[in-house]
T-cell receptor
Framework: KQEVTQIPAALSVPEGENLVLNCSFT??????LQWFRQDPGKGLTSLLL?????REQTSGRLNASLDKSSGRSTLYIAASQPGDSATYLC???????????FGGGTRVLVKP | DTEVTQTPKHLVMGMTNKKSLKCEQH?????MYWYKQKAKKPPELMFV???????INESVPSRFSPECPNSSLLNLHLHALQPEDSALYLC???????????FGPGTRLTVT
């Protein structure tokens, strides 16, 4: 059974600092990995999706890496801003099927 | 347009009421999902529809009844709910199996 872990559970940084968010998974037979952002009481916003054949995916200040062999993905957010404060979740579907397994999330606070 | 819409935004219902949650997408996606999310927890999958047919039911109690009238619409019918069913209910859609999921803003349900 796939297990997805995100450490730390919470993170507080001053504005301008780079954010590094970690996601680990136990079964490397994944089809892709998706990073989401969630603001309190709101739905999930898809940030990046990395296919299992990719090592990296970039969108603006966001960069996500994927190392299937070690079961890890990292989301980097450059030059953090207070508006980046949110919970960030990673999720993986199994190689067959479309059921996402989510990590517990990392709550990020960027202080002005 | 990558929008998934959900109505209502908020719903308060008694344990004897019958209500429905609605979800709509116009992206031509063929897979649609219902998730339940409790406070400070990741979303939990409830149901998956693929090509308007129920493909996954995560052993959800029968007081939750999904319906997919057409490829753009997904309903969740609620009956005789319990207070512990109070949560944020999220709808999502994707092009197909193992592709990027897009989430709606959710319906905040309170059962009294």
């Amino acid at each position: 059974k796939q297990e997805v872990t995100q450490i730390p559970a919470a993170l507080s940084v001053p504005e301008g600092e780079n954010l590094v968010l970690n996601c680990s998974f136990t079964d490397s037979a994944i089809y892709n990995l998706q990073w989401f952002r969630q603001d309190p009481g709101k739905g999930l916003t898809s940030l990046l999706l990395i296919q299992s054949s990719q090592r990296e995916q970039t969108s603006g200040r966001l960069n996500a890496s994927l190392d299937k062999s070690s079961g890890r993905s990292t989301l980097y957010i450059a030059a953090s801003q207070p508006g980046d404060s949110a919970t960030y979740l990673c999720a993986v579907p199994p190689a067959a099927g479309n059921k996402l397994t989510f990590g517990g999330g990392t709550r990020v606070l960027v202080k002005p | 347009d990558t929008e998934v819409t959900q109505t209502p935004k908020h719903l308060v219902m008694g344990m004897t009421n019958k209500k429905s949650l609605k979800c709509e997408q116009h992206m031509g996606h063929r897979a649609m999902y219902w998730y339940k999310q409790k406070a400070k927890k990741p979303p939990e999958l409830m149901f998956v529809y693929s090509y308007e047919k129920l493909s996954i039911n995560e052993s959800v109690p029968s007081r939750f009844s999904p319906e997919c009238p057409n490829s753009s619409l997904l309903n969740l019918h609620l009956h005789a709910l319990q207070p512990e069913d109070s949560a944020l209910y999220l709808c999502a859609s994707s092009q197909g199996m193992e592709t990027e999921q897009y989430f709606g803003p959710g319906t905040r349900l309170t059962v009294t």
